[in-house]
């Protein structure tokens, strides 16, 4: 591993935690560092890419395939939150700091996620000096990646969509991916890591490097993606329950029932 390229990502992602912090600070709202998570990647990847001096078909690759990523991910999260207020994780934990979470955010929100950005991009850092040629590997994690890309991506535009028709305010999303699991934008956020690891890390024969993808995936189904979201929909959605009864918490699998049009009950005694 390249310790001076990863020194200098170190440095490019304080210069932006920083900056982001002291907007919130202004601003009141520590939201503004999600819509940076996907770009953070892309910058890094960038840093990695324009800092070896021959840089390798596969760390332009990575780049290309992040960037593409990354800005989707940030144009989403940035155009959901316009007209709304402050993240209830963020403004919970406002609540309970009080008046020091100014300073705490700075170690807390903006710190920690910046030290996920570092290690979690660890096939982007590998994989930009990398002298091997792309072969039948690499095609197969940029179809992982592919794959998981749509996944994400079709599954926020269909929840995109359904926020957006006042009937379904209060209900929760049962078609289309949704119908297969309940966190399937999460599922395809995993998926594509996987599969930027198995170009970056496996095709360079650096294994050790599934820590970024491993890690992305245990936030997401353990700490801040499944857990948090549940909490909130249980207590938002009446039909949630019913809903996460018979659909798949993570992995795409049918559903025990079809939810999206259930079975009539049979009419019991006799009619009048």
């Avoid at 209830?88 to 020091?100: D, K, P, T």
């Avoid at 592919?146 to 999303?173: H, I, M, Y």
Wanted: hydrophobic fraction near 50%.
């Amino acid at each position: 591993m390249n310790f001076q390229m990863l020194g200098l990502g170190a440095i490019v992602i304080v210069a932006c935690m920083l900056s982001l912090w002291l907007i919130s600070v202004n601003k009141r709202d520590a939201s503004i560092i999600d819509a940076f998570w996907g770009p953070g990647f892309a910058i890094l990847a960038w840093t990695y890419a324009l800092s070896t001096e021959t840089l390798s078909n596969r760390g332009l690759l990575l780049a290309i395939l992040v960037t593409i990523w990354g800005l989707r991910l940030g144009v989403h999260i940035a155009a959901r939150g316009i007209g709304e207020s402050e993240d209830y994780r963020y403004a919970r934990m406002r609540s309970a700091w009080g008046e020091r979470f100014w300073w705490v955010s700075l170690l807390t929100v903006f710190g920690f996620q910046g030290l996920l950005l570092l290690t979690i991009s660890l096939p982007l850092l590998v994989s930009a000096s990398s002298p091997e040629p792309l072969g039948i590997i690499d095609f197969a994690g940029v179809l992982v990646f592919t794959l998981g890309f749509t996944f994400e991506a079709v599954s926020d535009f269909q929840l995109t969509q359904f926020k957006s028709k006042p009937d379904n305010r209060g209900t929760t999303l049962r078609t289309g991916l949704w119908r297969y699991t309940r966190h399937p934008n999460y599922f395809g956020d995993a998926l594509l890591w996987w599969g930027l690891f198995v170009v970056g890390g496996m095709a360079t024969d650096s294994l050790w490097t599934a820590i970024s993808p491993a890690l992305m995936t245990l936030f997401l189904i353990k700490v801040s993606g499944v857990p948090l979201t549940e909490d909130r929909l249980r207590s938002t959605r009446s039909d949630f329950a019913a809903y996460a009864a018979v659909t798949s918490t993570f992995l795409p699998w049918p559903p025990k029932v079809d939810v999206a049009k259930p079975k009539p009950t049979p009419l019991m005694g006799r009619r009048s």
